[in-house]
């Protein structure tokens, strides 16, 4: 039972895992479309910037990424602050940027400058990746099942159940050859 968990569960705990990852490449490419597509802009301050680093344990790589907090006033003048990743290196505190924004009652914003084919090839690339890992889980558990389905691949004794010589043990003698209704 607990070899089943391995062969199902965790391949479904993987899928779920990327479904959820999924949702938010999604969420995240439509909150910039909205943003760029509603033609609001403001001009943001930006506040303060920062970096945060991941990796650099044992054998693996330091990826550093570049935070920037912006503020500025919405149209019906609310003072938006929000929090962005990966801005130009450019862009210190005190600075001036153009920002797009949505309205509604949780407001969007982006300093990043409209590009709906980078932002559309860097979602379907992430999306078809993810793709793979659920079909590589999918194709996984159904030859696991296939191969469930006939049996065990083993006997008691560890012999191959296609093994001719199973259970047979030197000077053992035969009256008939055991192999004689084989091709």
Do not use: K
Not at 52 to 67: A, I
Not at 144 to 158: C, P
């Amino acid at each position: 039972m607990s070899m089943d968990f391995m062969f199902y569960g965790l391949p479904v705990l993987i899928m779920a895992g990327v479904l959820l990852v999924a949702s938010q490449v999604i969420r995240r490419s439509l909150q910039l479309r909205r943003a760029w597509n509603s033609g609001l802009t403001a001009e943001a301050r930006c506040l303060r910037t920062y970096t945060t680093t991941s990796g650099g344990s044992g054998d693996t790589s330091v990826s550093t990424t570049l935070h920037h907090v912006y503020e500025f006033t919405a149209r019906d003048g609310r003072t938006i602050r929000f929090e962005e990743e990966n801005g130009p290196g450019t862009t210190v505190e005190g600075d001036i940027v153009v920002v797009y924004y949505s309205e509604g009652e949780m407001v969007r914003a982006t300093a990043h400058r409209p590009s709906h084919v980078r932002t559309a090839a860097a979602t379907i690339g992430i999306l078809a990746f993810l793709g793979v890992v659920v079909v590589f889980c999918v194709g996984f558990m159904v030859t696991y099942a296939e191969f469930s389905a006939v049996g065990d691949f083993f006997t008691d004794d560890g012999s191959s159940v296609d093994d001719p010589y199973a259970g047979i043990t030197e000077g053992d003698t035969f009256s008939e050859d055991p192999f004689a209704d084989s091709p």
